[in-house]
């Protein structure tokens, strides 16, 4: 099937808008997981549309406990290094391994975690039955709405998190005049917390410590401060809750400040609230409109028509009705969107911290766990923001960009101190307040390509962006340093001399040593040589780019040719070590040596068909193992997994496992409950980020060089549209297809770029001009 391509001019909206969607429900929420989330990029909520009482959990991303410290690297690491290389190399693993937990494990004395804050209370005054009630989230405008009558009298609210004015607001209207009375309060937080009020405003005032992850004393200091402002009414205060009797309607005002990076709680919090309150509710709330509307109208996902009957049941019937089996291209699409309402809710530009763990929203349970709602470097955080480039969302990567230049000034003291190495390294888990040590836990703990893995985000932005100036300022010095560090820490290996890392894991699992023993630490790791590879390989191409430090290029590339290859093992699986040991937990939930596949492309069916068939057996073998450990964030992983492996039908079957079976009533994904010692389901932002990420591969796939259209279509979606998708190289590609077969992609770009383009087993090459659209057709 050869392609045709025409070239015209470019209308910058050639189809029309498809709406993002909404969530809705037919009932107020009960738990957590039925609450609706807003979010500014630093203040979120979430929204349960309650009858006598609304509530609204608040989170704050800089309300972290903790502080940073200079006594977290062993002091014994450095001389014991080689000891513990020589122990493994000459296959004494459990005695490295128990040298390792002695010598070079972290010792995190107040790492901290970010803490859930309080609930903000409106309780409804109204008596009587509620009769047509419904609350819904709008993905296009991120407004949270509730809406029923009570006794002749409709309630209408509308909660939001405004980007612009630094608030939380919440806006209620009543039909009859006079007839709304409520009054606020604030419910129990998980740390001390002053209330008062302070001209006419509640204010609550404390410090985020608990002893868990810190010890107690240490933590940000932290203001909320609630303004109630009212149509009509009377009001009073006392020292703990705002009252309002007989308005027409009111609107209510939520701000936080914290002591984060040298804040001002109490002042940051009263300016924030006198800003937002000199607005009105009017210029407020259109303010936020345009500023959510205009990231999430950049893109758009048509997978089909839901039949009409299931289209008008509630999200969660929905979704349950999924489960068993039910067909719903639409509530797939609306997932999609999903991830990118989170994204931009949880995180913005000028965002003081990333996404972590759990996003924005801390439903308290992996802060009070042994995890900590922290930054895990070792799949979490990476995945939390896979959505982020290729559906037109790459401002909101700022703050992780942020977060990964701050680790390499931190990171250094760690490589040199522990490793004796130049550059910079980071491990398994980060914080606030620049964390690099190893963890504090064997299995887990030593994870040396951390820092590695999320310094790739940077090339990511270079790829999709192509800013020069980027690449050569902030890019290109994070790269470089973390390819110093692994130039002077990678050893060879004394069998083929091929150079690995070690000692360090693959990512939390474990192997059997020949002696039968448990062991996590090894020398060269394939996760670990997939991501030096990496760092070599982009340090290589942006030094050529740049024209810069040509001797480094050389060292790089020289260091690079002597890595260990990928190797097959007798079950004919992709091999996660360097040589074939047992795996301890072969149902374990993480896969990170398959990076090479996604997000990488050092393995591909085209280019490496052989170790394309090992990494597929490695996936059959982990998912048919009895206990597999299915998680959100590895459902994710196979569905990228699979569309990089062109296998559309299977990576339907894991999206659709990831909505029903990992993902909650309102559609947030989930830890589950049993799995690395999580209690009961335990939220995480990377499911739904990685789930819309998978998606898009789905339908598009780029490595700079080629663009490749409908790779990994599914039969289930033999019609629809997708618009605002992203290739690297700055293209912006719009795609329809229809009985399973493209009918025409729109290619646009803003700077002049040459590329190829494929669909199936047909290519064509391309020039783009700034200005211009190029459609591509199929020659039926």
């Not at 977290?72 to 296959?91: C, H, K, M, N, W």
Request: hydrophobic share 40%.
């Amino acid at each position: 099937m050869p392609l045709n391509a025409f070239a015209g001019t470019d209308h910058s909206d050639p189809v029309t808008p498809l709406p993002a969607g909404s969530l809705w429900y037919g009932a107020p929420a009960t738990r957590w997981f039925e609450a609706l989330p807003i979010g500014n990029g630093r203040l979120g909520g979430m929204v349960y549309g309650g009858t006598d009482v609304d509530r609204i959990q608040l989170s704050e991303s800089t309300a972290w406990s903790g502080a940073p410290s200079e006594t977290d690297v062993s002091e014994s690491g450095r001389e014991q290094l080689a000891t513990i290389r020589a122990l493994l190399f000459a296959g004494e693993h459990a005695k490295a391994q128990e040298l390792s937990a002695k010598h070079l494990l972290g010792h995190p004395t107040s790492f901290g975690t970010n803490l859930p804050l309080p609930e903000v209370r409106i309780e409804h005054l109204a008596t009587g039955p509620v009769q047509d009630y419904r609350r819904n989230l709008g993905l296009d405008d991120g407004i949270a709405r509730s809406s029923f009558t009570r006794s002749d009298v409709t309630y209408a609210t509308e909660v939001l998190a405004s980007h612009p004015a630094r608030v939380v607001a919440y806006r209620v209207t009543a039909s009859t005049p006079r007839s709304l009375s409520l009054q606020v309060d604030v419910g129990k937080a998980v740390f001390p917390l002053m209330r008062r009020t302070v001209e006419g405003d509640l204010v609550l005032s404390g410090r985020a410590v608990e002893t868990l992850h810190s010890n107690g004393r240490d933590g940000v200091d932290l203001t909320i401060r609630i303004r109630l402002l009212s149509d009509g009414g009377t009001q009073d205060t006392d020292d703990d809750t705002l009252r309002l009797d007989g308005a027409d309607a009111a609107t209510l005002l939520v701000a936080v400040g914290t002591s984060w990076r040298g804040g001002t709680p109490d002042t940051d919090a009263a300016a924030a609230l006198d800003a937002a309150a000199r607005q009105g509710w009017s210029h407020l709330r259109a303010a936020h409109v345009a500023d959510v509307s205009a990231l999430m109208g950049r893109a758009a996902l048509d997978l089909g028509r839901t039949d009409p009957a299931l289209r008008a049941l509630p999200t969660d019937e929905r979704r349950d009705l999924l489960a068993r089996g039910g067909e719903d291209p639409e509530l797939l699409a609306l997932y999609f969107q999903y991830g990118r309402y989170l994204t931009v809710a949880g995180s913005r530009h000028d965002s003081p911290l990333p996404l972590a763990l759990q996003g924005l929203w801390n439903d308290g349970l992996a802060s009070s766990a042994s995890w900590t709602n922290d930054f895990h470097l070792d799949m979490n955080t990476q995945q939390n923001y896979w959505a982020a480039e290729p559906t037109g969302l790459p401002e909101c990567q700022e703050p992780l960009l942020r977060l990964v230049e701050n680790l390499r000034r931190s990171g250094r003291d760690t490589a040199s101190r522990l490793y004796g190495a130049r550059g910079w390294v980071a491990h398994t888990v980060t914080n606030a307040w620049g964390y690099t040590a190893p963890g504090r836990g064997m299995g887990w703990g030593l994870n040396v390509t951390g820092g590695a893995w999320i310094a790739l985000q940077h090339w990511e932005r270079w790829e999709y962006g192509q800013d020069t100036d980027f690449l050569r300022e902030r890019a290109y010095p994070v790269l470089k340093e973390a390819a110093e560090f692994f130039l002077d820490y990678l050893v060879p290996e004394p069998e083929h001399g091929w150079l690995v890392t070690g000692p360090s894991d693959s990512p939390e699992n474990w192997y059997l040593a020949p002696s039968g023993a448990e062991c996590s630490v090894s020398m060269g790791p394939t996760a670990d040589r997939v991501f030096v590879e990496a760092v070599f390989r982009v340090c290589e191409q942006a030094s050529q780019r740049l024209d810069v430090d040509a001797v480094f290029r050389e060292r790089v590339a020289e260091a690079r040719r002597r890595l260990a290859p990928f190797r097959i093992g007798r079950q004919g699986q992709l091999q996660e070590w360097l040589h074939d040991f047992e795996e301890a937990v072969p149902s374990h939930r993480h896969t990170s040596h398959l990076m090479a596949l996604y997000p990488e492309r050092q393995i591909s069916p085209r280019t490496t068909p052989e170790l394309a068939g090992a990494a597929r057996v490695t996936i059959d073998r982990r998912e048919a193992a009895p206990g597999w450990e299915q998680t959100e964030w590895a459902e994710a992983n196979f569905i990228a997994y699979y569309a990089r492996l062109l296998d559309g039908d299977t990576a339907l079957h894991h999206v659709r496992s990831l909505v029903a079976d990992a993902s909650e009533a309102n559609l947030l994904s989930f830890s589950r409950g049993g799995v690395a010692g999580a209690a009961q389901n335990i939220y995480s932002f990377d499911g739904n980020a990685g789930g819309t990420a998978g998606i898009a591969e789905m339908l598009l796939q780029s490595d700079g060089a080629e663009i490749e259209l409908l790779p990994a279509l599914p039969t289930a979606w033999p019609h629809g549209h997708v618009r605002g998708l992203r290739a690297r190289g700055g293209i912006h590609v719009d795609i329809t297809w229809s009985g399973g077969r493209l009918q025409r992609a729109t290619l646009r770009a803003a700077a002049p770029r040459q590329v190829r383009v494929r669909y199936r087993d047909n290519s064509l090459e391309l020039s783009l001009l700034p200005g211009q659209s190029c459609e591509v057709t199929p020659d039926h």
